[in-house]
Structure formats: C-alpha cells, structure tokens
C-alpha cells in the first residue's frame, strides 16, 4: 500500500510520464538460432526425499550459471528467463526457440544429509542429441568442484575457448563451510521473488552466511547487493548505508576479481552516495567479468543512462534482453528509455513484445497508457485503461489510471478515490507518512478547498524537512511536494525543496530533465516564470524532460498559460 501512496503522491503532481529508473519492455520474436556456443540451463530438478531440500536444486542451477556467465565466448541465458520452464525433455526444441539457443542443460540434483548427486545432461535442441552426461556423487562441500566441473565440460563440448582469467573463474571455491553455502543456497534460489519480507528473509540468510565464514566473498557480495535492493526504498537510514559499504568493500577485498563483488560496489555508489560515475566504472568492471550476466548488463544500461550515453544505454539494455529475453522488466526499462526520449512509437512496439510474454500484465498494460498520456492522446489511453480492473495497491498501472482522472481535471473523484486509503495511518515508513499528507493537500488545494488542505499541507512540510534533514526523500514524494507547497504559497518551503532534489540528482544526467520540470512548475505556481522558462526549455531540450503534452494538459502550468513565453513553448518540438 505505501508504495502506490508514494507514486501516487507523484502522479498526481507532474506525472508519471519520465520515472526512468522504474522498470519495462520490447521484445522480438526468437528462433533456435544456430550460433552453437548459446546454451540455456533449465531449472534442476529436485529429486530429495525431504521436499525442504528443493532449494538446492536451484541453488546449484545458479551457481552452475554463474560460473558460465563468465565465459566470454558463450552465449548463455539468464535464470530469471529460464526459471519459466521445467526440465521436460519432449518441450526442449520449443524451450530453445523461445529462448534463442541452440543448446540446454537440463539437471536433477539429490541430497541427503551431507551427501549429494548431481546428474546434468547437455542436448543439442534442434536435433535432440546428447552431447555430454555425467553423474557426480560428492560430499556437500565438494559440490563446488561439480559445479566447476560442468562448467568446464559445458564449455568444451561446445568449443568454447576460455582464457586464463575464466578458468580461475570457474574453478574458484566459495567457501569450505557446509553449513554457510546451505544458507547462501537458500537466499540465491529465492533471488525473483522482491517483496520486502522476501528481501528480508535473503538478508538474513546471507549475514548467517558470513557469520559461519567471515571469507565467504560471494556472501558478502550478495548480502550488499540485497541491502541495496532493501534501501532503494523508504527504509534508507545511515546505519544501512554503512552495512551496504562494509559488505560491497569486504567482498571486493576478499575477491578482487569477482563480478559480484564489481557489482556490489556499484550498487552502493549509485544507491547510496549517488555517485553514476563511480557506479558505472564499477559495473563495466562487472561485465568485463562476467559478460553473460543479464542482471549486471540491466543495471550497467541504467548507470549509462544516467551519465548521458543514452545510445550506448539502449545497446546494453537490448544486450541484456538478448540474455534474459522472457523477463518482463528488462523489456519495462527499455520502454522507460524508449518513453524517455518521447520516441512513443518505439516505446509501444517494445510494449506489444511484452505482451506476448505477459498478456494480462496490468502494469504493462499501463504502461502503454502512459505512453499515450505522455504522446497528449487521452482519448486512446483511456480506451486501454477503461478496459481492465486496476486495483491498489500492488498495481502501478493503478496510478496511471488516476492520472487519468488528474490530466481531466476531475479532482473530485480522486479525493473520493483516496478516502479508503486509511492515509491517517502512522504504521508506514517515514517516507510514506509524508506522501500521506502531500496527496490530499495537493488535491483540495486544485479542489479550491484551502481549509481541508492546509492542515495536510502544514504536517507534510514538518515531515520533509525531517526527512531532509536525515537525507531521506523519494524524488516522486519531492515532485508532489514542490507543486504543493507552490500552491499552498510557501516560497521558501519550494526553494528549499528544489535545492534539496538539484543536490540529490548530482551527476545524473537522466533525472536531471525531470527535475528541472518539477522546479519549473514550482516556480510556475508561484508566478516566477523568469525562473520556470529556462528551466522549463531545458527540460524540453533534453530526454527525460517534460513534453508538449504536459505543457498542454497539466494543471501545473494553468498560471502561466497565457504568457507569450509559454505560448511560444507550446509551438516547439522538442
């Protein structure tokens, strides 16, 4: 519920048009294609007679692949795509083709007590035959020698050359500790699942980890790498940004070469210090050491976007979807970046490719209806919206149907939409409190209704200068507040603010456009246009800035529409 509090709160103040670092899509048909140095590794399966144990057949599957992942000269399928399939032998010519591989790996792996059988087949798709089986039967903490084992196999049966570095790689042991690599198998075979439990519950898992082994590297990495995912959020606070540090500089000291260790780093230079530079130097080092890795090619695309190589971005994104070709949110932020750079036509295409993967995805659907809010044709994104049940508060596509109702000019409804939100509620991160207060005052003050505003909108400036004051503000919360306090009168609370979001953005070229928008219609509401226009034409100039539509439709701008200046905007094309 708070997070459709908190991006509503940012909807209904500039729009959802530009959020570039949320996630979607664009995807092509595939083929089995005839490159024979492309495998996929299907999900392991578990044959253990304590159903408990079945964590570890996908514990090993990801191990397996990420010691392939490193090898430069395969071309080798993301787990967030394969985990869509089961091991069946009689579907793999199919499995391959919607993959876009010539080769699969299917496994089963059993274990009982300390003991445990990994048996691992390679098959050529096209013409089902058998390159490669074997058995292994081992001591749980020897199954890292399996793992390095298949690894080399997979990549000699489909001559696949490796240098030096990839076969210190692959044969690297992550620690001798049975009992620390159980609780490292447990966290990565629950790597899909995001919600905040789940990330919790990893967490945890990963600091056991290093308690039983203080050298496990690949620990340290991923217990980083979640913290990360854990403060990309409301629950930022300094002592979580020091653990994330600890983690990320252990792991690089234990290994430092180790593509996770590069990737963790660059989680807590983007996320934490807000440094895209040093984010994505680290991440280039990530891929050079793992080139097949999807997730890292995500996030590298994103850290290029942020540093203005947009082209470049757009390649590594399509590189990464190549990879991980079946997961929707590698697709999603492409269609952001597509969106971004108000190129709808592309965005959308890149939409009806992922509503071939996923046709009843709401958000999604959404999505595309954002794409025509952005394009200024609500006649045709209300015909998608109108159309399917949106409910909060899992659904973000839920808030483009409310901005539906904000680019009409129907507050009232939005009020009345709110009510059952139970905002007065203090159960929610500080974060989301504020979020609580900014939305209603935003929407009675455009409902004329100051009264019912005002005590909103006093609570919700004690609440940001709090979290001001601890570093802690989401830039779609700080969008809604800047038109806010404007609207509310509060010049200095405005300035305060967009100094406040200008400092966060830093290097970032990508949130740069947005921002210079949200300071725009600050100074806008306040009747400063001398301050908006430039601000508002860089924002045009740039990609991830405001659109013509915006200027067309928003009730942001109703205060300076009919200055020339404005007018003249209007007739540009950005």
Not at 238 to 251: G, H, P
Request: proline share 4%; hydrophobic share 45%.
């Amino acid at each position: 519920m708070w997070i459709y509090v908190a991006l509503i709160a940012g909807a209904l103040s500039l729009g959802l048009f530009f959020l570039g670092r949320y996630t979607a899509s664009n995807r092509r048909s595939v083929t089995v294609i005839s490159d024979n140095k492309s495998l996929a590794v299907l999900p392991f399966e578990s044959l253990s007679e304590d159903k408990s144990n079945a964590y570890f057949a996908d514990g090993i599957q990801d191990e397996i692949l990420a010691r392939l992942s490193k090898i430069g000269d395969l071309k080798v399928i993301s787990r967030t795509s394969t985990q869509r399939f089961k091991s069946v032998p009689s579907d793999l010519p199919e499995i391959a083709a919607k993959l876009g591989v010539a080769n699969v790996l299917e496994g089963s792996v059993q274990k009982s007590g300390d003991a445990v059988r990994v048996t691992v087949q390679l098959i050529n798709a096209a013409n089902d035959s058998h390159l490669w089986a074997e058995t292994y039967d081992r001591k749980l903490s020897d199954v890292f020698g399996v793992e390095s084992d298949i690894a080399q196999k997979i990549a000699s049966s489909l001559e696949a050359k490796l240098t030096g570095r990839e076969k210190a790689a692959i044969r690297s042991v992550g620690t001798k500790n049975p009992q620390a690599y159980e609780f490292y198998l447990r966290a990565l075979a629950e790597r899909n699942r995001s919600s905040d439990p789940d990330i919790l519950r990893r967490i945890n898992a990963y600091r056991r980890a290093v308690e039983l082994d203080p050298n496990y590297a690949d620990a340290w990495a991923m217990l980083a790498i979640e913290q990360a995912n854990y403060f990309d959020g409301p629950q930022k606070s300094e002592e979580l940004e020091k653990n994330i540090r600890v983690a990320a500089e252990t792991a690089l000291r234990l290994a430092p070469d180790s593509a996770r260790a590069h990737e963790a780093m660059s989680l807590y230079y983007g996320d934490c210090r807000n440094d895209n530079a040093a984010a994505l130097a680290e991440l280039e080092l990530a891929r050079e050491l793992a080139p097949n890795d999807g997730g890292i090619l995500s996030d590298l695309g994103i850290f290029q976007r942020a540093q203005g190589k947009v082209d470049e971005a757009i390649a590594t994104m399509k590189k990464a979807a190549d990879l991980d070709p079946l997961n929707v949110d590698v697709w999603k932020t492409l269609f952001f970046t597509y969106n971004g750079l108000r190129q709808f036509a592309e965005a959308r295409s890149v939409l009806e490719h992922a509503l071939t993967l996923e046709p009843e995805e709401l958000d999604v659907i959404g999505a595309m209806a954002a794409s025509y809010q952005a394009e200024g044709n609500l006649d045709a994104a209300w015909k998608i919206l109108s159309s399917h049940p949106f409910s909060p508060p899992t659904q973000w596509a839920f808030v483009i149907y409310h901005e539906q109702y904000y680019l009409w000019r129907d507050y009232g409804f939005l009020i009345e939409a709110i009510k059952p939100l139970n905002l007065g509620s203090k159960s929610y991160p500080p974060i989301v409190n504020a979020a609580n207060d900014v939305l209603p005052a935003n929407l009675y003050l455009l409902n004329q209704e100051r009264d019912l505003a005002l005590p909103h909108a006093q609570k919700a400036e004690r609440e940001m200068q709090e979290l001001r004051a601890q570093k802690l503000v989401l830039y779609e919360v700080s969008a809604a507040y800047i038109e806010m306090a404007a609207r509310a009168g509060n010049r200095a609370e405005v300035q305060r603010e967009i100094d406040y979001v200008f400092a966060k953005v830093g290097d970032n070229k990508w949130r740069l456009p947005a921002a210079e928008s949200w300071a725009a219609a600050g100074y806008a509401l306040l009747g400063d246009f001398d301050k908006a226009l430039p601000l508002l034409q860089d924002s045009l100039a740039k990609p991830n800035g405001i659109t013509i539509a915006d200027l067309r439709l928003n009730p942001a701008w109703d205060s300076v529409r009919d200055d020339p200046r404005f007018q003249k905007l209007l007739e540009s094309k950005p």
